[in-house]
């Protein structure tokens, strides 16, 4: 089941009344959801903690999933497993903003999706390659080498 990317708006307004130092953890685990048109996420596992800070809410995200890739030896498809690990900050006004100049919305609710989907196109290899020892094609023929030799190789 494919899940919105809804899922991942947090209601963290409770926490803005708390102390500092105060935290939530928001365990997910999804088979599959929809960042953008361009990202589906499988098996996304992780947790989000919201701490309370006295500039506003530090978000950490640890996160794994996997995306469909085209590996560039064999041009075979596969899942590729990413894995991210960031924080932000959120700040409660525009004096304590951060170089990445996120604010906690007026409506107490934080979009995880944006930023997840950029750190997971990031975290995407400019070279996928579905095993360390893939043989790739023939140069040749053009025969996946990982599963037929051919009498151009040897």
């Known amino acids: 089941m494919n899940i919105s990317s809804d899922y991942l708006r947090l209601n963290v307004g409770f926490i803005i009344h ?3 130092g105060y935290f939530r953890d928001f365990p997910f685990e999804v088979d599959s959801i929809r960042l953008s048109e361009d990202l589906e996420l499988r098996q996304l596992i992780g947790t989000v903690r919201v701490t309370r800070a006295a500039q506003g809410l530090l978000v950490q995200v640890k996160m794994k999933a996997a995306v469909s890739a085209e590996c560039v030896r064999c041009l075979e498809m596969f899942d590729q ?20 100049g996120l604010r906690v919305p007026d409506t107490g609710k934080i979009d995880l999706a944006p930023i997840l989907r950029e750190e997971m196109i990031l975290a995407i290899p400019i070279s996928p390659v579905c095993e360390p020892n893939c ?15 051919c009498e151009h190789t040897g």
């Not at 497993?81 to 951060?98: E, H, Q, W």
């Not at 043989?135 to 030799?149: A, I, P, S, W």
């Open 135 to 149: 043989k790739g094609l023939c140069l040749v023929c053009g025969e996946n080498l990982n599963f037929k030799e």
């Open 81 to 100: 497993p990413l894995l991210v690990d960031y924080s932000d900050l959120y700040a409660f006004n525009p004096n304590s903003l951060t170089e990445s």
């Open 18 to 20: 708390e102390t500092a």
